[in-house]
């Protein structure tokens, strides 16, 4: 499974790059908000940073704006996505995008039919927010499951880009659900090696190596 980063602020995603385990970045409108950085400057260093998919929202409602935003957005990379609402219009777009031979990643997909209608208009990632409907009392992981299913059925290429995450069981649900790529906030990413017995097991292999005077000899 992918991991992309799910945020807008590049001196975050730079920090987490130096994993080497970033294979992606998601942004919407409100994590760029929350930057309080200009937008598409923002954009321009992710993908300097970055050589994976970053997605960049646009934020007209109606087809021929967002294509024109989409087209704009295209410009700052190659490997920019441009991420269009599960509207009519927004699936309008994701078909002229598509059809520039552009990625296109179709956001606030809540229910299997619509993802099935991004997929037929060519999205390269459908995002069902996983978070949002736990939010809402219902069971985001089963829509994961019911994607897969349909997709798998009629051999769509659409990739299901597990988001809306918070945290490490939504990251193991949408694993197992055969999500193709997960986007994780950054401090969800930051704690997914975390176990107790791997933490107590080192702090015992360093002690025992320790006590016996254990050492690796340079040659
Ligand atoms: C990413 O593509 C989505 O916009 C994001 O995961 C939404 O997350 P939220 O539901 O926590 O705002």
Known sequence: MKLFIDTADPKEIA???????????TTNPSLAAKTGLDYVESLQEICRTVKGPVSAEVLATETAGMISEGR?????????????????????????????????????????????????????????????LDDAGQDGMELIHEIRTIYDNYDFKTQILAASVRGIPHVRGAALAGADVATIPPDVFKSLLNHPLTDKGLAVFLADARKAGVRIREE
């Open 72 to 132: 704009r957005f295209a410009k700052i990379a190659k490997n920019i996505a441009i991420k269009v609402p599960l509207t009519w219009d927004g699936l309008k777009a994701c078909r002229a995008l598509a059809d520039d031979g552009l990625m296109v990643n179709v956001t606030l997909c809540f229910s299997p039919v619509q993802a099935m209608m991004a997929a037929k208009a060519g999205a390269t990632f459908i995002s069902p927010f996983i978070g949002r």
């Open 15 to 25: 920090k987490l790059a130096e994993t080497g385990l970033v294979d992606g970045v």
